[in-house]
């Protein structure tokens, strides 16, 4: 095996390592645009956070009461000290959430 392919592999598997997160919200009636509002604040404060390496937040045209986060971590430590940050608790946990009417989360990873 050359140094390409050993960095490419290398490569490969630090990607493989990355945690994939993905959320759907439908929030109660009427909390749209508020919840909206909170989002546009969280979501610059996610994406400085050093175990993100993408974070994006999606607002459905159609059904504005719906949206969805596609959010990539270095690995599981790092989702978990997103969990843990002030604008998560704060304005998620403590602001966001409760204006639902559903939350979905899953994980992947990258094969």
Same mark, same amino acid.
């Given at each position: ?29 009427? @909390? ?10 969280? +979501?610059? %404060? $996610? ?5 993100? !390496? *993408? ?25 978990? @000290? ?10 998620? +946990?403590? %602001? $966001? ?5 559903? !939350? *979905? ?7």
């Amino acid at each position: 095996m050359n140094a390409s392919q050993e960095n490419t592999m290398a490569a490969t598997n630090n990607a493989n390592q990355n945690l994939v997160v993905t959320a759907f919200w439908e929030v109660n009636s009427g @909390e749209e645009g508020i919840v909206a509002d909170l989002l546009k604040d969280f +979501l610059p %404060q $996610a994406q400085r956070e050093p175990g993100v !390496r *993408e974070f994006q937040i999606h607002q459905n045209i159609a059904k504005p009461r719906e949206f969805f986060f596609y959010e990539v971590f270095a690995g599981e430590a790092a989702f978990a @000290e997103h969990q843990q940050t002030d604008h998560f608790k704060n304005i998620i +946990l403590g %602001q $966001a959430i409760p204006k639902l009417a559903r !939350r *979905e989360r899953s994980q992947f990873r990258f094969i």
